[in-house]
């Protein structure tokens, strides 16, 4: 099956574009492991490739007026994400790990991962190397959701890159998740790490650019498929 590519101005455009080609080009997965292991299904983007240009921008899905639709996301959710999940490393009592636990490891020469991708940046912009390790292959055998069960980081890396673009240097990062909640996980998430390259960018005086997400396993839940086909006014038998 081949991948999907999309081209969007914003976080909610590519959300939008996202769940409404969804249902031409994604497959049924029943869940045998991971979040709702036999009790959902999901449909799933055999593979998924965006570009973002303006990701700093419209990071809210909009529901259309009198629809009932709860939006998926707010810039205050996004911000606490950004602020609790991506640069708070403190784990809580039944927390195995969280992104940012990741994101700040301790470093053997002292700092943080995500310090050591700055200091790079700033030394050597045109780089290849300013990426954050998120997944480890330990996960498989250590990573404990709440509920009991394995759930290995759905966010594998960021990869921070300067691209030269008229006679500047354009800060990008591109991130991989392994398994992507689209409906509620999406927005959150890009919006979480546009406000992560927003500081980097800051830190490194680099200018703040566009944004790049691949994945392998976007989806939405089988639960989340009545509200997608409402909100994209897709029926059962195509638009």
Same mark, same amino acid.
């Given at each position: 099956?081949?991948?999907?590519?999309?081209?969007?101005?914003?976080?909610?455009?590519?959300?939008?574009?996202?769940?409404?080609?969804?249902?031409?080009?994604?497959? @049924?997965?029943?869940?045998?492991?991971?979040?709702?292991?036999?009790?959902? +299904?999901?449909?799933? +983007?055999?593979?998924?490739?965006?570009?973002?240009? =303006?990701?700093?921008?419209?990071?809210?899905?909009?529901?259309?007026?009198?629809?009932?639709?709860?939006?998926? @996301?707010?810039?205050?959710?996004?911000?606490?994400?950004?602020?609790?999940?991506?640069?708070?490393?403190?784990?809580?009592?039944?927390?195995?790990?969280?992104?940012?636990?990741?994101? =700040? =490891?301790?470093?053997?020469?002292?700092?943080?991962?995500?310090?050591?991708?700055?200091?790079?940046?700033?030394?050597?912009?045109?780089?290849?190397?300013?990426?954050?390790?998120?997944?480890?292959?330990?996960?498989?055998?250590?990573?404990?959701?709440?509920?009991?069960?394995?759930?290995?980081?759905?966010?594998?890396?960021?990869?921070?890159?300067?691209?030269?673009?008229?006679?500047?240097?354009?800060?990008?990062?591109?991130?991989?998740?392994?398994?992507?909640?689209?409906?509620? $996980?999406?927005? @959150?998430?890009?919006?979480?790490?546009?406000?992560?390259?927003?500081?980097?960018?800051?830190?490194?005086?680099?200018?703040?650019?566009?944004?790049?997400?691949?994945?392998?396993?976007? =989806?939405?839940?089988? +639960?989340?498929?009545?509200?997608?086909?409402?909100?994209?006014?897709?029926?059962?038998?195509? $638009?």
């Amino acid at each position: 099956m081949e991948p999907f590519f999309l081209k969007a101005k914003t976080i909610s455009d590519a959300w939008f574009q996202l769940i409404y080609n969804l249902f031409d080009r994604a497959y @049924t997965q029943e869940i045998q492991k991971g979040s709702f292991e036999k009790e959902q +299904y999901r449909l799933q +983007y055999p593979g998924m490739a965006v570009y973002i240009e =303006h990701p700093g921008e419209d990071m809210i899905p909009v529901m259309p007026p009198g629809s009932g639709i709860p939006a998926p @996301t707010s810039m205050e959710y996004i911000e606490d994400y950004f602020v609790n999940y991506l640069m708070n490393p403190e784990l809580s009592e039944n927390e195995t790990y969280k992104y940012a636990s990741r994101i =700040h =490891h301790p470093m053997p020469r002292g700092g943080t991962q995500l310090e050591r991708v700055i200091e790079i940046l700033r030394e050597t912009p045109l780089t290849n190397q300013a990426v954050v390790e998120i997944g480890t292959p330990e996960d498989h055998d250590v990573c404990y959701g709440n509920d009991g069960k394995l759930d290995p980081p759905c966010l594998r890396l960021l990869d921070f890159k300067a691209i030269p673009a008229d006679d500047d240097l354009i800060l990008t990062v591109s991130c991989y998740f392994r398994s992507w909640d689209l409906w509620a $996980g999406f927005p @959150t998430n890009l919006g979480g790490i546009e406000l992560l390259k927003k500081l980097v960018s800051e830190e490194t005086g680099l200018r703040n650019g566009p944004m790049y997400a691949y994945s392998a396993g976007a =989806h939405i839940y089988g +639960y989340q498929e009545e509200l997608a086909r409402l909100r994209t006014f897709r029926t059962e038998t195509g $638009g």
